[in-house]
């Protein structure tokens, strides 16, 4: 059976990338009918923190995918001293006391390449055991071997055949001096544990995979198959980066604009990876079965952004797509869960409500834009726009809206065919053309210039909201 694990470091929010890497590494297992593991690479202890753990759960509780098993690395350090220890009593890795290199996870300090410290490399086992028993501290090293060397090979799914020199790999870190494994040999140490048999990651992590072959063959474990990702980039070719880039780079950022957690996973699968087909918009179903890593892109894709606006446009665009087709039964709640955020109250009658959402979202792009662009809907304190407001001072709308409102008063109908009666009926009386009265009307009802069918608007706002806002404008 294929088992993947997506392993996110507690060091800052959920990045884009690592939400990328974490939705395809779910694609693949569904697709295959395998196991995702989330596991939580939080041994850097310098660096961990509460508040970046809560934004991983945070943010893949958000997308709404879910793992089928879950496991934090720090509650593992045992198996992860065990392996090391074994290497060491096989000769396969040995102690490095050399000061310089005590708290260094891969070499000393210094300038120029370093491969090893061949005094160290060749301390006799009963040498390095007297030190170590006399409390000197230590690194404990992976010995590579150099003589003869040999050619460290592998296919990678994305970028193919990939090799390299033992010749030209140091002699890395395992355990620091603190006893604490190197992210090296934490991550092989619970992929052998855990049995996975995909490693899918970001193409950063490449260089790393021929230390981690070794390790395990060292270990005498079946090697993964490897699949690295393309980088994502910002505007200007840079790494995106929490530190440069800050909030842009976090998936709790889309979240809180109003997206659906289906459109930005479409937007996260499209960057970099393409069904081949033309599609854009697709359902989880539809990404779940044309995922494959011949159709990931080797090279680096392209996430656009400006210091003015965070939120990529392809992303708006797709969001505005899944916001439009999702069934209204579906979308209803989290409509009204992004009203209460903003605090609005939506209205009671539920069958009501989802005749208005399903009504006016085809204008919308976000979730948020119900409680802005939508706000007229759910509240009589709404602003309006300098484009409406434009409809509503041509001259004699406001008297002509003022005569509407007491006509559909009058009518103990209030449909959208009885209320475009009463307009187009006024409208040939008082010698005007219907679409002041519908312009002006759609201004003093919610505050935009633009949005779904004009009579719908009235049903959607209510009558007797319509009568009061028509009299008072």
């Not at 939506?346 to 834009?369: A, G, M, N, Q």
């Not at 040939?428 to 009265?437: M, P, Q």
């Not at 002006?440 to 909201?465: N, W």
Request: glycine share 6%.
């Amino acid at each position: 059976m294929i088992r993947a694990r997506f392993a996110p470091s507690p060091t800052g929010y959920l990045h884009i990338g690592s939400a990328r890497t974490f939705i395809f590494n779910w694609l693949y297992t569904r697709k295959h009918h395998g196991t995702m593991v989330l596991r939580i690479d939080d041994t850097d202890i310098d660096r961990n923190t509460s508040a970046s753990l809560q934004s991983i759960y945070d943010g893949l509780n958000w997308l709404g995918l879910g793992w089928d098993e879950f496991y934090r690395q720090s509650e593992r350090l045992d198996l992860h001293r065990q392996l090391a220890y074994d290497l060491l009593a096989k000769g396969l890795a040995y102690r490095d006391f050399t000061p310089a290199s005590a708290d260094l996870e891969d070499k000393p300090r210094g300038e120029g390449p370093w491969l090893c410290n061949p005094e160290m490399r060749g301390l006799s086992r009963e040498e390095s055991d007297r030190r170590a028993a006399a409390g000197e501290p230590f690194v404990i090293r992976f010995r590579v071997d150099r003589d003869p060397g040999y050619e460290v090979a592998f296919q990678d799914e994305v970028y193919g055949a990939q090799s390299k020199l033992t010749a030209d790999i140091e002699d890395f870190a395992l355990l620091r001096s603190n006893t604490m494994p190197t992210y090296h040999l934490a991550s092989c140490a619970d992929d052998i544990d855990l049995r996975i048999t995909h490693i899918i990651r970001g193409q950063d992590h490449l260089s790393n995979t021929f230390k981690h072959i070794l390790l395990f063959q060292a270990a005498g474990a079946p090697i993964p198959r490897f699949a690295h990702l393309p980088l994502l980039i910002a505007p200007d070719g840079s790494k995106l980066s929490k530190r440069r880039h800050g909030p842009v780079v976090s998936v709790t950022t889309y979240r809180d604009y109003g997206f659906l957690p289906l459109g930005y996973i479409n937007f996260l699968c499209l960057l970099g990876w393409s069904p081949k087909d033309n599609r854009e918009q697709m359902t989880l179903y539809e990404l779940e079965s044309a995922f494959s890593f011949e159709g990931v892109n080797r090279s680096n894709a392209v996430v656009n952004f400006s210091d003015s606006d965070p939120i990529d446009p392809k992303a708006l665009w797709l969001n505005s797509q899944h916001l439009r087709s999702i069934g209204v039964a579906a979308l209803a709640p989290l409509v009204r869960q992004s009203l209460a955020e903003n605090g609005l109250q939506p209205y009671r009658d539920e069958d009501f409500f989802k005749h208005v959402v399903d009504t006016i979202r085809t204008r919308f792009s976000t979730l948020v834009d119900f409680s802005t662009k939508g706000r007229a809907y759910f509240s009589d304190d709404f602003d309006i726009d300098p484009k409406a407001q434009e409809k509503l001072d041509v001259p004699g709308a406001r008297e002509l809206l003022h005569e509407l409102a007491e006509r559909i008063a009058a009518n103990p109908e209030f449909t959208e065919a009885s209320v475009e009666r009463d307009l187009r009926k006024l409208a040939d009386e008082r010698g005007v053309k219907a679409g002041v009265l519908i312009n002006a009307s759609r201004a003093a009802l919610t505050g935009q210039p633009v949005g779904p069918s004009a009579f719908a608007v009235f049903t959607c706002i209510g009558r007797e909201r319509v009568i009061q806002r028509l009299r008072k404008v």
